[in-house]
């Protein structure tokens, strides 16, 4: 899919990102697709993190070039940032306000900012809106964050492992406000998060980064289309220890039964394999957790 | 416990800078600000100042791992520490008691071995409940000072007559601090909460920034509830953007008193103009003929305190000082700016400009605190001395306010923002280049009363403060915008 950069609230042309003695990012090409649902997976020191601030200017490229909106980052200025949300997974807060404080505080930011929302999610989050941050608990203070990055109804929400300390209920809440936001906005949601069960429910544009390289940019649906763990039984036994083919990923079995793990988009590819190993095959495609090693593992290339 | 790890804890570069600068500021302070002779100088020095400075520098090395949860999970862990500190306390109170057999010499040793591990001990006794930083600083000096003028005239010969006394009692506070402070009760109130030794408060590292935050939240926790924000729409200027910034940092503090940074500008006000008044009024005339040559000299010409009268070494420290300390608080405050706590939806641009705001803001207090401190202190003095000072005229203003306003500006537009030890390290060559500068004042101020010298400052003035603004503007285009706030916090005061 190839996007046109007006029509992609961010794009990330050669970027690399170094600190001293880390490459974060390395020489990344990128652009989010407009309206989309975009999961941004990686294993841990990936550059998601690094990725979600450059988006939101708070950090800025080393070398290459990074446009929110078409702005480059360094010069985002108040239209931009105000159809920008950020939610982090541990927000710096004013620790002296009261959620409340804080709330009003920030409101008086925005020209939008939309109080009816504040007060549903209030409620549906349940968070005690008089209490200090500096006494709130984890998942509370994450809540807030929540509050602060979406209530001003962003085109463009980063979410930097939003859920990681909410209960399972907040966290059913939180991805059934994403899909209504989804629903009426059009928003754009670049979500960043290590709880892949959740996550594939509501993304569907996938980003994979491994070690600072992107290594998979593409929707969900053709991900899971070209992912598939086929069990393979040969009544005759005689399957190899390993297969040639080049989309096997891996295998485990014996002689007679094997499971692999495959990626190829090619519908034909299944039956030429059970001629060539008079096997019978038996797909079923891959969830998001089972494909997260395939795609992160090193040295693993699953392209 | 292995030396090495206690070795470790107590962070040995670190506590010998730390030692070495608070006991030679008190050393030359104690002689200047209360007249003792030498010996009795010396004496209180070495058996009361080093050791409290040493104790408190040991007691933050004991109390950082107590301050952790962990070590209710090491097996004999507080037993161990406290052994190695009781170690410790012997060694340096004989080291003190070396020291003072050189300088001090007819005062008894085991007097000055007992009161010297009696104080080093001392502060491992120190309890805290809750997060005191700031408020400690303030009072530190200030007990200390008390007690130099009330034990100056009866330490020495005190020492001299009972040496047992304070051999004995020295030794019995060394035990029971000890006992006290590493008790299993005293143990676990500590646990749970935050503590900065010494160590970290003067030379910051970055490893400190979380305790920081910590102690931050905890004493945030406990505070009053904060001001209400009443504004429906942050107007887009500077101007409002810096009502922002200031609300998130200073509306916790429902009252003036409560905010640190007020009180420190209060506290340097209170020096430059109470410890004058404490001279008017315990030294009365005399006092005041060297506070008026002072002043008049501080105008004139740099203040030479070699050429003062050793009775009036405070009014000559005081002039001198007024000078030369609220141009580093200025810096220090400066450079807690940088980068604000909270990501606003602003430009680059506009943070930067809220952030010379800022920065001017400070400047303006930094000029007005000391100027009027003096002016006030030569107007109440002559009303208390009943005899004719020279109040504060244009010399003397210019004489605090010209470095300020052309160095300041010019020193902010060098020291680097980005990293905290490249901050630190030109945050130290400012220091000494702007007394140095400042030192060479006499040079300048007879030519900037002139109208063409006044003429060329305000364009010196400009040019320094464009620099700066330019400086702020480059800066904020190539920085990130996530780090901890500026160096004020690092230096152990949050700058509320």
Same mark, same amino acid.
């Given at each position: 899919?190839?996007?046109?950069?007006?029509?992609?609230?961010?794009?990330?042309?050669?970027?690399?990102?170094?600190?001293?003695?880390?490459?974060?990012l390395? @020489?990344?090409?990128?652009?989010?697709?407009?309206?989309?649902?975009?999961?941004?997976?990686?294993?841990?020191?990936?550059?998601?993190?690094?990725?979600?601030?450059?988006?939101?200017?708070?950090?800025?490229?080393?070398?290459?070039?990074?446009?929110?909106?078409?702005?480059?980052?360094?010069?985002? !200025?108040?239209?931009?940032?105000?159809?920008?949300?950020?939610?982090?997974?541990?927000?710096?807060?004013?620790?002296?306000?009261?959620?409340?404080?804080?709330?009003?505080?920030?409101?008086?930011?925005?020209?939008?900012?939309?109080?009816?929302?504040?007060?549903?999610?209030?409620?549906?989050?349940?968070?005690?809106?008089?209490?200090?941050?500096?006494?709130?608990s984890?998942?509370?203070?994450?809540?807030?964050?929540?509050?602060?990055?979406?209530?001003?109804?962003?085109?463009?929400?980063?979410? !930097?492992e939003?859920?990681?300390?909410?209960?399972?209920?907040?966290?059913?809440?939180?991805?059934?406000?994403?899909l209504?936001?989804?629903?009426?906005?059009?928003?754009?949601?670049?979500?960043?998060?290590?709880?892949?069960?959740?996550?594939?429910?509501?993304?569907?544009?996938?980003?994979?980064?491994?070690?600072?390289?992107?290594?998979?940019?593409?929707?969900?649906?053709?991900?899971?289309?070209?992912? #598939?763990?086929?069990t393979?039984?040969? /009544?005759?036994?005689?399957? /190899?220890?390993?297969?040639?083919?080049?989309?096997?990923?891996?295998?485990?079995?014996?002689?007679?039964?094997?499971?692999?793990?495959?990626?190829?988009?090619?519908?034909?590819?299944?039956?030429?394999?059970?001629?060539?190993?008079?096997?019978?095959?038996?797909?079923?495609?891959?969830?998001?957790?089972?494909?997260? /090693?395939?795609?992160?593992?090193?040295?693993?290339?699953?392209? | 416990?292995?030396?090495?790890?206690?070795?470790?804890?107590?962070?040995?570069?670190?506590?010998?800078?730390g030692?070495?600068?608070?006991?030679?500021?008190?050393?030359?302070?104690?002689?200047?600000?209360?007249?003792?002779?030498?010996?009795?100088s010396?004496?209180?020095?070495?058996a009361?100042?080093?050791?409290?400075?040493?104790?408190?520098?040991?007691?933050?090395?004991?109390?950082?791992?107590?301050?952790?949860?962990f070590?209710?999970?090491?097996?004999?862990?507080?037993? %161990?520490?406290r052994?190695?500190?009781?170690?410790?306390?012997?060694?340096?109170?004989?080291?003190?008691?070396?020291?003072?057999?050189?300088?001090?010499?007819?005062?008894?040793?085991?007097?000055?071995?007992?009161? @010297?591990?009696?104080?080093?001990?001392?502060?491992?006794?120190?309890?805290?409940?809750?997060?005191?930083?700031?408020?400690?600083?303030?009072?530190?000096?200030? #007990?200390?000072?008390?007690?130099?003028?009330?034990?100056?005239?009866?330490?020495r010969?005190a020492?001299?007559?009972?040496?047992?006394?304070?051999c004995?009692?020295?030794?019995?506070? @060394? #035990?029971?601090?000890?006992?006290?402070?590493?008790?299993?009760?005293?143990?676990?109130?500590?646990?749970?909460?935050?503590?900065?030794?010494?160590?970290?408060?003067?030379?910051?590292? %970055?490893?400190?920034?979380?305790?920081?935050?910590?102690?931050?939240?905890?004493?945030?926790?406990?505070?009053?509830?904060?001001? !209400?924000?009443?504004?429906?729409?942050?107007?887009?200027?500077?101007?409002?953007?810096?009502?922002?910034?200031?609300?998130?940092?200073?509306?916790?503090?429902?009252?003036?008193?409560?905010?640190?940074?007020?009180?420190?500008?209060?506290a340097?006000?209170?020096?430059?103009?109470g410890?004058?008044?404490?001279?008017?009024?315990?030294?009365?005339?005399?006092?005041?003929?060297?506070?008026?040559?002072?002043?008049?000299?501080?105008? #004139?010409?740099r203040?030479?305190?070699?050429?003062?009268?050793?009775?009036?070494?405070?009014?000559?420290?005081?002039?001198?000082?007024?000078?030369?300390?609220?141009?580093?608080?200025?810096?220090?405050? @400066?450079?807690?700016?940088?980068?604000?706590?909270?990501?606003?939806?602003?430009?680059?641009?506009?943070?930067?400009?809220?952030?010379?705001?800022?920065?001017?803001?400070?400047?303006?207090?930094?000029?007005?605190?000391?100027?009027?401190?003096?002016?006030?202190?030569?107007?109440?003095?002559?009303?208390?001395?009943?005899?004719?000072?020279?109040?504060?005229?244009?010399?003397?203003?210019?004489?605090?306010?010209?470095?300020?306003?052309?160095?300041?500006?010019?020193?902010?537009?060098?020291?680097?923002?980005? %990293?905290?030890?490249?901050?630190l390290?030109?945050?130290?060559?400012?220091?000494?280049?702007?007394?140095y500068?400042?030192?060479?004042?006499?040079?300048?101020i007879?030519?900037?009363?002139?109208?063409?010298?006044?003429?060329?400052?305000?364009?010196?003035?400009?040019?320094?403060?464009?620099?700066?603004?330019? %400086?702020?503007?480059?800066?904020?285009?190539?920085?990130?915008?996530?780090?901890?706030?500026?160096?004020?916090?690092?230096?152990?005061?949050?700058?509320?």
């Amino acid at each position: 899919m190839n996007l046109s950069p007006d029509s992609a609230p961010f794009v990330a042309e050669n970027v690399t990102k170094s600190y001293p003695g880390h490459l974060a990012l390395d @020489a990344l090409n990128l652009e989010i697709p407009a309206g989309h649902v975009v999961g941004l997976l990686g294993r841990n020191g990936a550059g998601k993190t690094t990725l979600i601030h450059l988006a939101a200017g708070l950090t800025l490229p080393s070398t290459g070039t990074c446009r929110t909106f078409g702005t480059p980052t360094a010069r985002l !200025d108040s239209p931009e940032l105000g159809r920008l949300g950020l939610v982090q997974q541990e927000s710096r807060f004013i620790e002296w306000m009261t959620v409340r404080q804080h709330l009003d505080f920030t409101a008086s930011f925005y020209a939008n900012w939309d109080r009816d929302l504040q007060h549903r999610l209030t409620e549906a989050l349940e968070l005690p809106v008089d209490r200090k941050l500096a006494v709130l608990s984890a998942g509370d203070r994450q809540k807030v964050g929540i509050l602060l990055g979406v209530c001003h109804r962003p085109a463009f929400l980063l979410l !930097d492992e939003p859920m990681s300390s909410l209960d399972p209920i907040a966290r059913t809440d939180m991805l059934d406000f994403l899909l209504e936001r989804l629903r009426d906005d059009g928003c754009t949601v670049l979500i960043s998060s290590h709880l892949l069960t959740d996550v594939e429910k509501i993304v569907d544009w996938v980003v994979f980064l491994k070690a600072g390289r992107l290594v998979e940019n593409s929707s969900f649906d053709a991900l899971q289309e070209s992912f #598939a763990e086929w069990t393979v039984t040969a /009544p005759e036994g005689g399957l /190899p220890a390993a297969f040639a083919e080049p989309y096997v990923l891996s295998s485990q079995g014996q002689d007679r039964l094997a499971r692999l793990n495959v990626r190829t988009r090619d519908p034909a590819a299944i039956e030429r394999f059970a001629r060539a190993h008079r096997a019978e095959v038996k797909a079923r495609p891959l969830s998001l957790d089972e494909m997260f /090693p395939l795609l992160t593992i090193p040295g693993r290339d699953p392209s | 416990m292995n030396p090495r790890v206690h070795l470790c804890l107590l962070r040995p570069v670190r506590s010998l800078i730390g030692i070495a600068s608070i006991a030679c500021v008190a050393f030359g302070a104690g002689h200047a600000l209360f007249r003792l002779d030498w010996p009795t100088s010396r004496l209180l020095g070495l058996a009361v100042t080093l050791p409290l400075v040493i104790g408190f520098y040991l007691g933050g090395a004991a109390h950082e791992p107590m301050h952790r949860p962990f070590i209710l999970l090491l097996p004999d862990g507080p037993r %161990r520490l406290r052994n190695a500190t009781a170690l410790a306390v012997l060694f340096f109170a004989a080291v003190v008691t070396g020291l003072a057999a050189w300088a001090a010499p007819r005062v008894p040793l085991s007097a000055v071995f007992g009161l @010297a591990a009696g104080l080093i001990a001392f502060p491992c006794a120190d309890r805290r409940h809750r997060a005191r930083g700031f408020a400690w600083l303030l009072a530190a000096p200030l #007990a200390w000072g008390l007690f130099c003028a009330l034990a100056a005239l009866l330490l020495r010969p005190a020492m001299i007559s009972a040496p047992a006394a304070f051999c004995f009692g020295g030794l019995a506070l @060394a #035990a029971a601090s000890l006992l006290y402070g590493f008790s299993r009760q005293n143990l676990r109130a500590r646990a749970e909460l935050p503590f900065r030794p010494l160590q970290s408060l003067l030379i910051p590292v %970055r490893t400190d920034a979380a305790q920081l935050e910590r102690e931050s939240s905890c004493q945030r926790a406990h505070s009053v509830l904060g001001r !209400d924000w009443n504004v429906k729409k942050v107007a887009p200027t500077t101007l409002a953007w810096m009502a922002v910034d200031r609300h998130a940092e200073s509306g916790a503090y429902p009252r003036w008193s409560r905010s640190p940074m007020l009180l420190l500008w209060a506290a340097i006000m209170a020096v430059y103009f109470g410890l004058p008044l404490l001279g008017f009024l315990f030294d009365g005339k005399a006092f005041a003929a060297d506070y008026g040559a002072c002043l008049a000299q501080l105008a #004139a010409n740099r203040v030479d305190l070699s050429q003062v009268p050793s009775a009036s070494r405070l009014a000559g420290l005081m002039t001198s000082m007024s000078s030369g300390m609220p141009p580093l608080f200025a810096l220090i405050v @400066a450079l807690s700016f940088p980068i604000p706590k909270l990501t606003y939806p602003i430009s680059r641009d506009r943070q930067a400009r809220v952030v010379y705001g800022l920065m001017l803001l400070q400047l303006a207090i930094a000029l007005f605190v000391p100027a009027s401190a003096l002016f006030l202190a030569s107007l109440v003095g002559q009303i208390i001395s009943n005899r004719f000072l020279p109040a504060l005229g244009l010399p003397g203003v210019s004489a605090l306010m010209v470095p300020l306003l052309v160095l300041l500006p010019l020193i902010l537009s060098i020291v680097p923002f980005a %990293r905290s030890y490249w901050r630190l390290i030109g945050y130290i060559i400012s220091i000494v280049l702007f007394n140095y500068l400042n030192d060479l004042r006499w040079l300048w101020i007879p030519f900037a009363l002139t109208p063409l010298g006044v003429a060329g400052i305000l364009i010196l003035a400009a040019a320094g403060l464009e620099l700066l603004r330019r %400086r702020l503007l480059r800066h904020y285009l190539s920085c990130d915008l996530l780090g901890s706030s500026g160096l004020g916090n690092f230096m152990g005061f949050a700058m509320n």
